[in-house]
T-cell receptor, first 113, second 111 residues
Framework: EAQVTQNPRYLITVTGKKLTVTCSQN?????MSWYRQDPGLGLRQIYY???????DKGDVPEGYKVSRKEKRNFPLILESPSPNQTSLYFC????????????FGQGTRLTVV | QQQVKQSPQSLIVQKGGISIINCAYE??????FPWYQQFPGKGPALLIA?????SEKKEGRFTISFNKSAKQFSLHIMDSQPGDSATYFC??????????FGSGTRLLVRP
């Protein structure tokens, strides 16, 4: 089954404690991205990757890091989480041509206290 | 940043009614306008999409209408059903791979 898998689904952490949210896709997609979803703001792109070892900032990259060492995996790293990073996070993948369907993971609900 | 403005923020419709969600964009240099549907606890999933060389696309009860001159596009859900209750996002992209999403519309269809 074609899918994007994120882990964990829920996470509560304390300010400053480094965390990683994993994302893996099995569709051999070149393009992967991370979004955060906040009420009234829709989905905002954090980082994206066009292929292995190629990453770039999206619209709200501050406080986040990513890496793309393998085509299927695209982890999101919060080196020092803060309460304003409390949000619902989605990983997505698509083929590397414009106008293609993006496949989303189930989401990770992060709470930073 | 090029934005997509979506309205209304929330919508309540009776079963069998028509749900209409509108979006407006700022730049005509886009070639793909998808709508995503999101159920609680799930990630968004592609519902229907249109390219600006057509004015309308219909898939079952879902129709996208595109008005290039007004820089607007809308989603119509005919014969709305309680199972359609979800959050809907419009989006746009150009020749790059980036999607820019609207703020979302929470639709509730009452039985």
């Amino acid at each position: 089954e074609a899918q994007v898998t994120q882990n964990p689904r829920y996470l509560i952490t304390v300010t400053g404690k480094k965390l990683t949210v994993t994302c893996s896709q099995n569709m051999n997609h070149e393009y992967m991205s991370w979004y955060r979803q906040d009420p009234g703001l829709g989905l905002r792109q954090i980082y994206y990757s066009m292929n292995v070892e190629v990453t770039d900032k999206g619209d709200v990259p501050e406080g986040y890091k990513v890496s793309r060492k393998e085509k299927r995996n695209f982890p999101l790293i919060l080196e020092s989480p803060s309460p304003n990073q409390t949000s619902l996070y989605f990983c997505a993948s698509s083929r590397r041509t414009g106008g293609n369907e993006a496949f989303f993971g189930q989401g990770t609900r992060l709470t930073v206290v | 940043q090029q934005q997509v403005k979506q309205s209304p923020q929330s919508l309540i419709v009776q079963k069998g009614g028509i749900s209409i969600i509108n979006c407006a964009y700022e730049n005509t240099a886009f070639d793909y306008f998808p709508w995503y549907q999101q159920f609680p606890g799930k990630g968004p999933a592609l519902l229907i999409a249109i390219r600006p060389d057509v004015s309308e696309k219909k898939e079952g009860r879902f129709t996208i209408s595109f008005n290039k001159s007004a820089k607007q596009f809308s989603l119509h859900i005919m014969d709305s059903q309680p199972g359609d209750s979800a959050t809907y996002f419009c989006a746009r992209s150009d020749s790059s791979y980036k999607l820019i999403f609207g703020s979302g519309t929470r639709l509730l269809v009452r039985p």
